[in-house]
């Protein structure tokens, strides 16, 4: 049989791209190729997003595409792994284009899955029964092996990886559907972890993002200790040839939060950046939403995030029109972010997600073209602090790691001669853009600051760094 060729397609966030990044290294290690297009390929595999409406409705059509294209490729196989294939199941299955349907906790299995349905035309189901039950020791084995085995380097971003410490989730806000396709919270074991990092770092890695829906409920007792994340965020730093570590997504939540602060303070290896959603400024929407603390709450965690770490720099995520948002709790909202004053905020729009409370017990009553205003005005509020917060910059230093070609010609910069322009990012999650030279991609550098726009800095790169 010819090396069948696997084209894989990605939707949806951090811990999906870490998935496919394990799919696809375990893919080539069972004898696959893998195709940058779907007409070479003799096997599509999509890794889905359920989160969003939009990041499924995509899927959908991406599916509708293929099954058109199976009308003269009978034998092109299609898998849809990830969240929509856990959430959606045997209805998936029923697609006329798909072959396989595999859940986030069955994708070591992955491999014999395609295989079985290169060899055989045939529809297989692989997703877990019962999402919220504890996994059996066998299924946890069975991940903790893929992952280890499979933890390689981001190709795309030079010297930088991801690794996930936990998986899952138990905190059921109202709107979302991680805790019922990734299931409960699962903390990794803190040696597997380290072990992984040193492995990374041997390959060249430089910076390390330690990866969970709530990354700081990562909790792991071995034997008499108990491992926080600041536990495996100090772990980490003592690893040698690692320079910079980052966590995300941090959930607002008092327990441990000054530790990991501490640490950060401490460790000159752990960025200074926090992404820590707020979701909104209203106490009713909050409460609605089932997020178990008060924007006062929110703002003090901020607050003491910034006592002890003053240079730090922090992101948070928003949902606008949340059913029964009125005016007065989106003034909330605003007032929240004029507060928080974040580096970034990540700003979405409310769509029900089937299957989760607030689509079984409240009515979307925010209308589209109220939540596109809202949406556009919290933008708005943000920009105007993230441009402020950008100019501070203007002519000093920093200290950045290349991630590679800039995609935009963002600046006719006449500085840095014939060389491309490069993008890279500060410990603080910055992103700056300079003319160096293409070697310069998974390498730290020296940039000053020349010219800043609401979310990125402009810059040239220091002759001496
Ligand atoms: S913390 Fe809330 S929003 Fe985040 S993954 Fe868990 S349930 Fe979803």
Same mark, same amino acid.
């Given at each position: 049989?010819?090396?069948?060729?696997?084209?894989?397609?990605?939707?949806?966030?951090?811990?999906?791209?870490?998935?496919?990044?394990?799919?696809?290294?375990? @893919?080539?290690?069972?004898?696959?190729?893998?195709?940058?297009?779907?007409?070479?390929?003799?096997?599509?595999?999509?890794?889905?997003?359920?989160?969003?409406?939009?990041?499924?409705? +995509?899927?959908?059509?991406?599916?509708?595409?293929?099954?058109?294209?199976?009308?003269? +490729?009978?034998?092109?196989?299609?898998?849809?792994?990830?969240?929509?294939?856990?959430?959606?199941?045997?209805?998936?299955?029923?697609?006329?284009?798909?072959?396989?349907?595999?859940?986030?906790?069955?994708?070591?299995?992955?491999?014999?899955?395609?295989?079985? /349905?290169?060899?055989?035309?045939?529809? &297989?189901?692989?997703?877990?029964?019962?999402? $919220?039950?504890?996994?059996?020791?066998?299924?946890? $084995?069975?991940?903790?092996?893929?992952?280890?085995?499979?933890?390689?380097?981001?190709? +795309?971003?030079?010297?930088?990886?991801?690794?996930?410490?936990?998986?899952?989730?138990?905190?059921?806000?109202?709107?979302?559907?991680?805790?019922?396709?990734?299931?409960?919270?699962?903390?990794?074991?803190?040696?597997?972890?380290?072990?992984?990092?040193?492995?990374?770092?041997?390959?060249?890695?430089?910076?390390?993002?330690?990866?969970?829906?709530?990354?700081?409920?990562?909790?792991?007792?071995?034997?008499?200790?108990?491992?926080?994340?600041?536990?495996?965020?100090?772990?980490?730093?003592?690893?040698?040839?690692?320079?910079?570590?980052?966590?995300?997504?941090?959930?607002?939540?008092?327990?441990?939060?000054?530790?990991?602060?501490?640490?950060?303070?401490?460790?000159?290896?752990?960025? =200074?950046? @926090?992404?820590?959603?707020?979701?909104?400024?209203?106490?009713?929407?909050?409460?609605?939403?089932?997020? =178990?603390?008060?924007?006062?709450?929110?703002?003090?965690?901020?607050? $003491? /995030?910034?006592?002890?770490?003053?240079?730090?720099?922090?992101?948070?995520?928003?949902?606008?029109?949340?059913?029964?948002?009125?005016?007065?709790?989106?003034?909330? &909202?605003?007032?929240?972010?004029?507060?928080?004053?974040?580096?970034?905020?990540?700003?979405?729009?409310?769509?029900?997600?089937?299957? &989760?409370?607030?689509?079984?017990?409240?009515?979307?009553?925010?209308?589209?073209?109220?939540?596109?205003?809202? *949406?556009?005005?919290?933008?708005?509020?943000?920009? &105007?602090?993230?441009?402020?917060?950008? +100019?501070?910059?203007?002519?000093?230093?920093?200290?950045?790691?290349?991630?590679?070609?800039?995609?935009?010609?963002?600046? *006719?910069?006449?500085?840095?001669? =014939? =060389?491309?322009? @490069?993008?890279?990012?500060?410990?603080?999650?910055?992103?700056?853009?300079?003319?160096?030279?293409?070697?310069?991609?998974?390498?730290?550098?020296?940039?000053?600051?020349?010219?800043?726009?609401? @979310?990125?800095?402009?810059?040239?790169?220091?002759?001496?760094?």
């Amino acid at each position: 049989m010819s090396r069948k060729k696997v084209h894989v397609k990605s939707f949806g966030c951090q811990m999906n791209k870490l998935d496919t990044a394990l799919v696809t290294a375990a @893919l080539q290690e069972a004898g696959f190729g893998l195709s940058e297009s779907v007409k070479e390929a003799d096997v599509v595999l999509i890794n889905t997003c359920s989160v969003r409406e939009h990041a499924e409705q +995509r899927v959908l059509s991406h599916l509708g595409h293929l099954k058109h294209m199976k009308k003269s +490729r009978p034998d092109l196989v299609v898998g849809v792994i990830g969240c929509m294939a856990q959430r959606l199941g045997s209805k998936l299955l029923e697609h006329e284009a798909v072959n396989i349907v595999c859940g986030p906790a069955e994708i070591p299995r992955i491999s014999k899955l395609i295989a079985g /349905a290169v060899q055989e035309d045939k529809k &297989t189901l692989a997703v877990t029964e019962k999402v $919220r039950r504890k996994g059996s020791e066998q299924q946890n $084995r069975s991940l903790e092996e893929f992952e280890s085995a499979y933890g390689i380097e981001d190709e +795309r971003v030079p010297a930088q990886a991801f690794v996930r410490v936990m998986r899952g989730c138990n905190n059921f806000c109202s709107y979302c559907v991680v805790p019922y396709v990734r299931g409960p919270e699962a903390s990794r074991p803190p040696k597997a972890i380290i072990e992984q990092i040193r492995k990374l770092a041997d390959h060249g890695v430089k910076q390390i993002t330690l990866l969970g829906q709530t990354v700081n409920s990562y909790r792991y007792k071995a034997g008499e200790r108990a491992w926080s994340l600041a536990d495996l965020l100090s772990a980490a730093s003592g690893v040698r040839g690692i320079e910079w570590l980052r966590f995300v997504t941090s959930y607002p939540a008092e327990e441990f939060f000054e530790e990991i602060m501490q640490v950060m303070a401490e460790s000159p290896k752990v960025c =200074n950046y @926090l992404h820590i959603p707020a979701q909104s400024g209203s106490d009713k929407i909050l409460k609605a939403m089932n997020r =178990n603390y008060t924007s006062q709450r929110y703002l003090d965690l901020l607050d $003491r /995030a910034r006592e002890i770490v003053p240079e730090i720099s922090i992101a948070g995520d928003f949902i606008v029109g949340f059913p029964g948002e009125t005016e007065e709790d989106f003034q909330a &909202t605003v007032n929240l972010v004029e507060k928080a004053r974040y580096r970034n905020a990540f700003i979405f729009k409310y769509s029900p997600r089937p299957g &989760t409370k607030s689509d079984k017990k409240l009515q979307d009553t925010v209308p589209g073209e109220v939540k596109q205003r809202r *949406n556009v005005e919290l933008l708005a509020v943000q920009e &105007t602090i993230s441009d402020e917060l950008s +100019r501070q910059f203007l002519g000093r230093r920093v200290r950045v790691l290349v991630e590679g070609l800039s995609k935009k010609p963002h600046l *006719n910069s006449t500085q840095g001669g =014939n =060389n491309p322009q @490069l993008v890279a990012r500060t410990a603080t999650d910055y992103i700056v853009v300079f003319n160096g030279p293409e070697s310069l991609a998974g390498q730290f550098a020296e940039v000053k600051i020349t010219q800043t726009s609401p @979310l990125t800095l402009f810059g040239q790169l220091m002759s001496d760094s």
